[in-house]
């Protein structure tokens, strides 16, 4: 129903411009890569940006504009919304700041705003935004750099950490398919939008920046089904009292008590991330199926990551998964005599693609396992590289195929990039902190209990 | 007293090897870029190793050898070390494995080992280790890449784990100052190695990865003297029970409950870390001067990052500080209005490097302020790049030199890299995390009390 958001035949930024001092500029070049539909600058003073044709109003499109994106300065932005609903737009994104956040004047401002779309059937993202990016539809409606492709929506009330956070991805190799800088939520806010997310193939987990919900009770509402059908993952900020009142002064609106706060996303399923690692890393972990129950598998080619890993583990509540006699049995039949084949099953330094393959497989089948974790550390003989580990899981998940979850903690730094490329390429969510992989495998055991899988523990 | 190990005048590496598939060719190779004296390859067959004559014993040598690092198999390792001995060799570093970690009759080789080289006056690092790094000399005595120059020495009692660490610091960016992989711990262990960093110049901090220690008493007596006057951040493998259990599988020795470690590292000043992070944040801080007391200051460019920041200070026990009136006065009269001048202060996304300086230095002046943390996310105003940012904030330490401790959050990814490298270069820790910057303050101040600075609360 937000489709013409994030899949727009066409589009105009109105505030397109040719001066890259202006956030006009990098938007409108952002979304000259978007291939689902025209994008048109409208500029009043120019006839060109960036090459392409402008107009002097979105109303001289002659063509279908979905969306629209708003950069004007903050006294045309009234006027400019009142031409889009003409133009027949369906939903418009206001970048532009100096609104609800700037006080009272600016709240009524903003509402005016709301009262003009709504009148003319359109929805508003902002304002005070950054803008949204749909990473499938090669659309970057915002001004930073387009975040990789990945299955996690990423909503974001604070547009600069928002930000920063696209940012860090890149860094890291982590893939989005959504952002979505809410801004200032006048309009459509984050019950709006996890309720569309829902039912989008390309978004498998739906992460939230929150740092403070006006309607707490629809919040909860529509959480309560979202989460039946896809996970979805909270970071909110001003936990502590400091943080809280520092929160208030910053968004101007009270965040609340966190106390109330964690009632109300236990009740409606979502699940709590403490930091933002922890909220990627939980996210991330939805290209996986979910687990029948929690108990945990531990491979690994060296025992300090395990234990490690074990440690973290069980202090997210999970268990070890006690191995059958007949899978010791197995391991310790091609595993060297100094490898512990218990859980963690430690196959040592010594261990090859095919060990890997060979125990992943075993692993897999054992009955008492719910979610296996593949643990690789820098293999230490000349001539190995973690590629030939990465394959044998990815052979071994392959061959077993029977719906249980796989995680990936690959922990050699710029050494393990290539192997990890390959896994995620595969569906599998690689990690490179104990921490992380274990608050994704906890994740997929309270999605599962979510949905009513029947994990017991 | 260990010195030999870390500048030697001369190494030997018996076993080097024309092999790329051997350990000695690697080790051979790295080390070949130390320049405080000679490095001379060991090989019973080759005439010339890497296109350097070399020696059929240790005893051929000419020069004088101050440290052997051992790669032969393991058969051949105690008719070397006899030879070490006999060449009056000082230190011994033996990478070779097979020894206690293979169970009563490795113990008893190890035992015997170790027999031999105090008979020479030697002293052995390892068995079945990765090796020594000092970086301040270029010495790589090991088989993986050199770690970055820093000011943390590491020690790992997991070779594998510990070479992890090692590339992934590389790839976030992050020095050690030494690296040593200490193995099965036969001579020469934590205590010793402890004892031996109190009193060097480029070790700033000391971070162990611990899974299990024989001799206690000794540990908590050295460590005692050792945080009085450099700090030792410990993270400690196999805190929970399964965990506790995989540890045990992995090093042979019971890993012992995690409560005793607990209280051994409180009695004697130890920080406790509860991640690799955690370890390497906390290390990391303390290029920085030790603070008066506990109260942080927390200054922004965007109000997210701050409240998340609040957020893990308070939950480490730290606390916000309350800015005099003056500071807030003064900070109102360049910052525009819709900035937060209560801590922490939100110079919003409009600050440049001229806000920052002038911020820090208010901040740093403030009698209430112990502790300094300065936030930058995405400047999102086009033109600007967070390098001007960080130039702000070393100005103002500059300026106002009084001692504080000052710890710099810039999370935005790839885009803030040069600003973080240009912060590092003039001392000031970076982090991209707001945990890692709270653990980082909290290290700061934890030690404050080891050295009976008079921190309060």
Redesign the interface.
Known sequence: MLDYFFNPRGIAVIGASND????G??VFKNLKEYQGGKVYPVNVREEEVQGVKAYKSVKEIPGEVDLAIIVVPKKFVKQTLIECGEKGVKGVVIITAGFG??GEEGKREEKELVEIAHKYGMRIIGPNC?GIMNTHANLNAT??TVAKKGNVAFIS?????G??????????DIGFSKFISVGNMADLDFADLMEYLADTQEDKAIAL?I?GIKDGRRFIEVAKKVTKKKPVIALK???????????A???GSL?GSWKIYEAAFKQSGVLVAN???EMLSMARAFTQPLPKGNRVAIMT????????T??E???RGLK?ANLEEKTIEELRSFLPP?A?V?N?V?MI?SARGEDYYRTAKLLLQDPNVDILIAIC??P?F??MTPTEHAEGIIRAVKEVNNGKPVLALF??????EKAKELLEKNGIPTY????DVAAAAYALVQQAKNVGGGVNG
Chains 1, 2 share one sequence.
Do not use: W
């Open positions: 890259p001092k202006k956030l500029y990098e956040e700037t950054v001004f930073i009330q604070s547009g600069a950490l930000a920063g956070i696209v940012y860090k991805t890149i860094k890291e920046y740092e900020a001003g936990k502590s009292e400091s943080g809280s009142r520092a929160a002064s910053h968004t965040a930091t933002i690692d080619n060296a025992g300090g990551p395990g234990v490690l074990a440690d583990i069980d202090k070890l100094m512990a218990k963690p430690d330094a550390v820098v230490t000349a001539g922990m050699a730094g710029y050494v393990s490179e902190r104990p921490e």
